[in-house]
């Protein structure tokens, strides 16, 4: 039986830019194909009465999920999120996670892919018809950090739904990512869509090269562009 691609979503919610200046308050992540959308924060920490600035508990839970993923998914993710993970990780001396896992990042694809004035989450979601990104106050982030219980629940449910939206904006986007992660190796599956695993493909004409071509596809179901292996053409005449 072929195995599922895990594919997560993911998202932290930070005192400060930098890891050896703040701590995480929470994080949250969801895998496709479920409903749940998991969360860690800092007031599950065992530690928190005592010390409510220990992320270790955060920490560890986001990293464990982030390591049975096949593909992780964030946003801006690869310039924040996953190294300030890592240099919390490695304060806490904890196994950091693997540098080279599978990473797509909307904000990389939004930069290159796509002309709007910001490339931030919120500015995405409001071109795409989204309304569903709810913003933070900054009283209300002020209290998170100083351990206010109603105010980190407060946080909480802010990066819960960034979660929620990134994976619509991710989906949206599919069609643009050149350079998704091939899902079909986690299978061993060869003739489905790489980016989603549908074998809903139709082809649509061919690349060609000086020698040889690829059968172009489009796909279906998510909408994105692959190609079939290189071809040689016989009795080509090369200047």
Not at 31 to 47: L, M, R, Y
Not at 51 to 59: F, G, H, S
Not at 119 to 145: C, V, Y
Not at 204 to 223: D, E, F, L, P, T
Request: proline share 5%.
């Amino acid at each position: 039986m072929n195995k599922t691609q895990k594919i997560c979503m993911f998202d932290i919610e930070t005192t400060n830019l930098n890891a050896d200046f703040g701590f995480m308050l929470c994080a949250s992540w969801k895998f496709v194909g479920e409903d749940k959308v998991h969360t860690a924060s800092i007031f599950d920490s065992p530690s928190f009465i005592d010390d409510p600035t220990d992320d270790k508990y955060v920490v560890a839970q986001v990293a464990h999920a982030l390591n049975s993923a096949d593909v992780i998914v964030g946003h801006y993710s690869k310039r924040f999120d996953f190294p300030y993970i890592q240099a919390r990780l490695l304060f806490h001396n904890l196994p950091t996670m693997d540098p080279r896992k599978p990473h797509v990042d909307t904000w990389h694809i939004a930069r290159y892919k796509l002309k709007l004035h910001s490339n931030r989450l919120q500015s995405i979601t409001e071109h795409l018809g989204f309304q569903d990104k709810t913003p933070i106050k900054s009283r209300e982030w002020i209290r998170a950090m100083s351990g206010d219980v109603r105010a980190i629940q407060y946080v909480i449910d802010h990066c819960e739904q960034d979660v929620i939206v990134l994976e619509h904006v991710y989906h949206k986007l599919k069609p643009l990512m050149t350079n998704h992660p091939n899902v079909n190796l986690v299978g061993g599956i060869t003739d489905a869509c790489p980016t989603c695993g549908s074998h809903l493909l139709t082809k649509q004409g061919w690349k060609i090269a000086r020698v040889r071509r690829s059968q172009q596809y489009k796909c279906k179901a998510c909408g994105s562009w692959c190609q079939g292996p290189s071809q040689p053409i016989e009795g080509v005449v090369i200047r």
